[in-house]
Antibody, heavy 117, light 107 residues
């Protein structure tokens, strides 16, 4: 079964850091580009970041540029990461990884990040 | 950045109704548009890509049309499982952007 599974979410204080992971199975992850997308409580979808197959092309939304870093593990070809620093209350959301084809055809179930003191 | 504007933001309809949701891009995106369905507590599901290409397994009552700046998602005969929130998304250029969503509710 083709799937993505996110992990690493949790409660963090403002200004703190968190690293999210996304593990792929059922397909050759290294052959696909991937995105991170989030959804704040009761709000719509917000694209955050994109990484190409080889990791050489990366894009970020302005809202996270300079604070978040996307990466993929070249040794473990099925892993994607999102390093989140300087977290703010407005970063509270469900975070999804999504395969890019270039449309987002496979999504994980999401991991919840809560930024609160 | 390309802004995506969906309308209406919510709509009430009955089973069997025909419903149309529109999405307008702030600049020409060709056919680089996708439609997603999201149910409460679930991840979005890709319904249509490239403006009008139905994904495998998606019922044929769903259809998409449009190009350039104006797009529509039509559900020809609403079924109970179609009540959800729908989003459009442009894939023409970064940053990728989503419409604000259309919540389809039961009348």
């Amino acid at each position: 079964e083709v799937q993505l599974v996110e992990s690493g979410g949790g409660l963090v204080q403002p200004g703190g850091s968190l690293r999210l992971s996304c593990v792929a199975s059922g397909f050759t992850f290294s052959q696909y580009e991937v995105n991170w997308v989030r959804q704040a409580p009761g709000k719509g979808l917000e694209w955050l970041s994109y990484i190409s197959t080889g990791g050489t092309t990366i894009h970020y939304a302005d809202s996270v540029k300079g604070r978040f870093t996307i990466s993929r593990d070249s040794a473990k070809n099925s892993l994607l990461y999102l390093q989140m620093n300087s977290l703010r209350a407005e970063d509270t959301a469900v975070y999804y990884c999504a395969r890019d084809r270039p449309y987002m055809d496979v999504w994980g179930k999401g991991t919840t990040v809560t930024v609160s003191s | 950045d390309i802004q995506m504007t969906q309308s209406p933001s919510s709509v009430s309809a009955s089973v069997g109704d025909r419903v149309t949701i529109t999405c307008r891009a702030s600049q020409d995106i060709g056919s680089w548009l996708a439609w997603y369905q999201q149910k409460p507590g679930k991840a979005p599901k890709l319904l249509i890509d490239a403006g009008s290409s139905l994904q495998s397994g998606v019922p044929s009552r769903f259809s998409g049309s449009g190009s350039g700046t104006d797009f529509t998602l039509t559900i020809s005969s609403l079924q109970p499982e179609d009540f959800a929130t729908y989003y459009c998304q442009q894939a023409n250029s970064f940053p990728l952007t989503f419409g604000g969503g259309t919540k389809l509710e039961i009348k």
